[in-house]
């Protein structure tokens, strides 16, 4: 049976969902602030990004992400700071309590992670790992290409 790439694209998805509502589930820390939890976890990978941009990668409204924003800076966990480019744009970036505090919910978190992969053999692991990182990649060479 083959698998269109919708498919592949919805289970993907279906998958992270589900793991990230055990997660959330079985962590306290990611439970109440799960906005800023998924906040500082996206930043910690994504480097400095524009506040419009996190905003759609959490499908959070502007409203909505300014308001988690501003908790995040008032916890020292964030700065933000004019776009070089485009005055009218601010750059989000983690500071380093928003780097510890990123490290210390991925840390509660790993719980589930390891639940999650505990279904694969280790050849499996290294497929995935593969897999992960060469759509990392893509994403990386798109964004870099303003595509």
């Known amino acids: ?10 289970l993907f998805h279906d998958v992270a969902r589900v793991s990230h509502q055990r997660e ?4 306290d820390a990611l439970a109440h602030g ?13 480097g400095p990004v524009s506040q419009r941009r996190l905003a759609a990668i959490l499908g959070i409204r ?27 744009t601010y750059l989000v970036e983690l500071t380093g309590e928003g780097r510890a505090e990123a490290m210390r919910r991925r840390s ?16 499996q692991r290294v497929q995935f790992g593969e897999i992960l990182t060469a759509i990392k ?6 964004d870099e290409r303003g595509a």
């Open 137 to 142: 990649r893509h994403y990386q060479e798109l």
């Open 24 to 27: 959330v589930r079985n962590n």
């Open 62 to 88: 502007s409203a909505s992400m300014s308001e988690l924003l501003g908790k995040m800076e008032a916890r020292g966990w964030i700065s933000r700071t004019p776009h070089p480019e485009d005055g009218r």
């Open 34 to 46: 799960g906005g800023q939890s998924r906040c500082l976890l996206t930043l910690g990978g994504l």
């Open 108 to 123: 509660a978190g790993n719980n589930a992670s390891g639940e999650l992969l505990a279904a694969l053999s280790e050849d």
């Open 1 to 10: 049976m083959t698998t269109s790439d919708r498919e592949l694209v919805e």
